[in-house]
């Protein structure tokens, strides 16, 4: 049974912040060099990660994606783009088939991330 996806990154406090931002994660548990946010997103320093396997990430690897629903992805990326975070796009904002929107961005670590607006039956 999966619990968690953990995620490599640079900064916590930025990390944390950034997920809670976006996506109205919360941290339900913070312990050295782990954080637990809800929805099952573990964050792990960089630092923690390379002493525990003796290997460094790869930001912008592209090999592996979280993926979020947003019903307001146009909200959502003007918090993305306001000048607080670092702005990276994989694939700008499209529309697909349905009406669905669609954009791949990076967190402040460089990890992927997909949102997408939620599939609707009319």
Known sequence: MLKNVLIVVDDIEKSIEFYKDLFGLQVILQNEGN????EGLVLQDADVWGKTLNETSTPFNNMMELYF???DI???????????YSVRYATEL????????LVRLYDPSGNLIEVRTPFTCN
């Open 35 to 38: 954080v637990i946010l809800s």
């Open 69 to 71: 629903e947003e019903f």
């Open 74 to 84: 146009d909200g959502l990326l003007a918090k993305y783009e306001s000048g607080k």
């Open 94 to 101: 499209t529309e697909i088939a349905g009406g669905q929107k």
